[in-house]
């Protein structure tokens, strides 16, 4: 036959946690720790989870919890096996927290982890804990009349680990905060170790004080180590963001608010009810002097915002101004320039091509590059007004049916000579009769532009022109053996003044305004540009696409 359990009282718990001989003020205390640690561990945990501090404060709090809610068991229950259980597991679990609150500091200040060496030793000196557990070297008995187990002596070596890691972390804390420099960082440090020393300290009170008096009721005010614990906390991540975790001051108040005034639920004496709601005063004090504050703070955020915008449009519209001004003086100055180096360009090439009688051979060369280099300057000057043109939308185009192949076919053979004196190929291969509506005079520039181009690139090889249609549009595309592009280089090619790393070391006169010009005149006639190139030393193709007429 089975022994007979042994029984407090008549009256068994409800749901576990729920009896009528337990005195309301345990469910208060209860409460208050579990929804607070809960609370801090969850937002914390969530907010980062891949922080080292997070997921340190959140497993450190578990324990804590565990206990808590082992301890409202054990108040209701009135069975003596139970209570023995339950009892010796928190003796075992209750330093865990003190030993991961001592890790929480020490990450929290050294911003890495301990070493294993030192993670070895703790669990060498918690080991004696698990050991003892479940022998009567940690419970050797259990009262009957007053349902509480008898705690053996050697149950009290929880308190001599939770009083170390007290002193230790005050120590260290002390230590690490004489020989910080920021004065951010000292006051993280001391603020963070006054709290979790605070909440430990209380706590670990509490239960000593039970263990000596086996007054449990009265021990129970350990558990008002929490709110302090969750004061400091929240005053951390609100001022310094810890944890990396972005939180407003009125959602710290507001959550504490209403777990004071829910709890009252669980009050019955008067008592206990005034120094909530004295409580609950002056949290609505300081949440209303930090709501008025918040509010005048962004009214005035608000007024230096809009004078602030004032201020910028002001700025933008003179910017604005000496936008079109500049604009109007590159206009004007090319116009000017362009005159004298088309002069220039005529008489060296009517020298060159005889018109002024038989020239000197030493001279030839030097006319030469007359020529040449006020050809150069001739299209970079073009490039200038035609940008100067394009952002005063001074623009004009004149749209007529084009023949694309015959176009290119032109230019080409026009460019031909050129191409043969640098010792290069050129290739056609243009299909007939493609016909698009465009500007003739544009898109012989884009075109003339774009073979110039690979000229001035290819030091050796061929240069191809290709005309062909698509389904509903035509391609004419223009390719390369020369100096090739890098990857990175291509999303950036038709930007304004952009250019190749080593593109100077080819074309000295380059501005990278040539093909900004093209796209947006091809941009200006419904199509589109584009560059493609295998990267360095492998040549480039530029591709014109145009809807088919």
């Not at 004090?285 to 709501?291: D, E, F, K, W």
């Amino acid at each position: 036959m089975a022994p007979e359990l042994a029984l407090c009282f008549a009256e068994s718990a409800r749901y576990l946690v729920f009896s009528s001989h337990v005195p309301k003020f345990i469910y208060y205390s209860h409460l208050t720790a579990l929804v607070l640690s809960l609370l801090i561990g969850l937002f914390v945990y969530f907010k980062d989870r891949k922080s080292l501090t997070n997921k340190i404060l959140f497993w450190s709090l578990v324990p804590f919890l565990i206990w808590v809610f082992f301890n409202i068991i054990i108040w209701a229950s009135n069975r003596s096996d139970l209570i023995m259980f339950l009892w010796s597991i928190q003796i075992m679990i209750e330093p865990l927290t003190y030993i991961g609150m001592f890790y929480l500091v020490y990450v929290f200040i050294n911003k890495h982890d301990v070493g294993l060496t030192t993670k070895v030793i703790t669990g060498i000196i918690y080991a004696p804990l698990i050991i003892i557990t479940p022998t009567i070297y940690s419970l050797a008995g259990f009262d009957l009349s007053l349902c509480i187990p008898i705690e053996s002596f050697y149950s009290y070596y929880t308190y001599v680990l939770e009083l170390s890691a007290i002193i230790g972390i005050a120590f260290y804390a002390l230590f690490r905060y004489s020989k910080e420099q920021s004065t951010n960082i000292k006051k993280e440090i001391l603020l963070l170790s006054l709290g979790v020393i605070a909440f430990l300290l209380v706590f670990a009170s509490g239960n000593i004080f039970g263990s000596l008096t086996d007054d449990w009721v009265t021990s129970q005010f350990g558990l008002f180590g929490t709110p302090i614990f969750a004061t400091f906390i929240g005053y951390l991540i609100i001022r310094y963001r810890i944890f990396n975790v972005k939180i407003l001051a009125t959602q710290v108040l507001v959550t504490s608010l209403w777990i004071l005034v829910a709890s009252i639920l669980f009050l019955r004496t008067i008592d206990t009810v005034r120094i909530i709601v004295v409580v609950t005063s002056v949290l609505l004090l300081i949440l209303g002097i930090y709501l008025v504050k918040s509010v005048k703070r962004e009214v005035e955020q608000r007024e230096k915002i809009e004078k602030l915008a004032k201020e910028l449009e002001k700025a933008n519209e003179r910017l604005k101004e000496l936008d079109q001004l500049k604009s109007e003086f590159v206009s004007m100055a090319t116009h000017q320039i362009r005159g004298p180096l088309t002069a220039i360009k005529g008489y060296a090439s009517m020298m060159r091509e005889g018109d002024y009688g038989d020239i000197p051979e030493n001279l030839k060369g030097t006319i030469d590059i007359i020529y040449e280099s006020s050809n150069a300057l001739t299209v970079i000057v073009q490039d200038f007004l035609d940008i100067s043109n394009i952002e005063q939308g001074k623009m004009k185009f004149d749209f007529s049916v084009v023949d694309l192949s015959k176009l290119a076919y032109d230019v080409a053979e026009a460019l031909a000579p050129n191409i043969e004196q640098k010792g290069l190929r050129l290739k056609l291969e243009i299909e007939p009769d493609i016909v698009v509506e465009a500007d003739v005079g544009k898109m012989r520039q884009i075109i003339g532009n774009l073979i110039d181009n690979a000229v001035k690139y290819t030091p050796k090889g061929s240069i191809t022109v290709r005309v062909r249609k698509l389904d509903k549009t035509m391609r004419l595309e223009i390719s390369d053996t020369g100096v090739g592009i890098k990857p990175e280089t291509l999303p950036k090619l038709f930007q304004k003044f952009s250019r190749a790393e080593d593109a100077s070391k080819a074309n000295v006169l380059g501005t990278g305004l040539g093909l900004y010009v093209a796209k947006k005149l091809i941009e200006a006639q419904n199509g589109r540009i584009s560059a493609e190139s295998e990267g360095e030393g492998k040549g480039a193709a530029f591709s014109v696409e145009l809807s088919l007429k």
